[in-house]
Nanobody, 124 residues
Framework: QLPLVESGGGLVQPGGSLRLSCAAS????????IGWFRQAPGKEREGVSC????????NSEDSVEGRFTISRDNAKNTVYLQMNSLKPGDTGVYFC?????????????????WGQGTQVTVSS
């Protein structure tokens, strides 16, 4: 079983919303900063948002700032990415990852155990 499982993706029209979930299995998320990443077709995977271990510090990349909100519920061992006002450019496979700390929206010392990702498609 993968240590991180992403879910919540789907097909949505421009301007719509989705909430992605990242559930941990076999370990406690409390010990890690968590980052969300996305990979658009034909492009490299890139960081989108990052949240500190306590959840007190969050940052997002400029293109999603004000539209995406990262949050976590350590009691449920889950991290979320609320995505509003979605645009076609947000299309891609979204992944979460655990790491040591956030530097802005970037996750530092990321563990190399990616989940399977969840597909987000924004299209009319």
């Amino acid at each position: 079983q993968l240590p991180l499982v992403e879910s919540g993706g789907g097909l949505v029209q421009p301007g719509g919303s989705l909430r992605l979930s990242c559930a941990a299995s076999g370990f406690s998320l409390d010990y890690y900063a968590i980052g969300w990443f996305r990979q658009a077709p034909g492009k490299e995977r890139e960081g989108v948002s990052c949240i500190s271990r306590s959840g007190g510090v969050t940052n997002s990349e400029d293109s999603v700032e004000g539209r995406f909100t990262i949050s976590r519920d350590n009691a449920k061992n889950t991290v979320y990415l609320q995505m509003n006002s979605l645009k076609p450019g947000d299309t891609g496979v979204y992944f979460c990852a655990r790491g040591y700390i956030c530097s802005g929206y970037k996750l530092i010392s990321r563990a190399d155990d990616w989940g399977q990702g969840t597909q987000v498609t924004v299209s009319s």
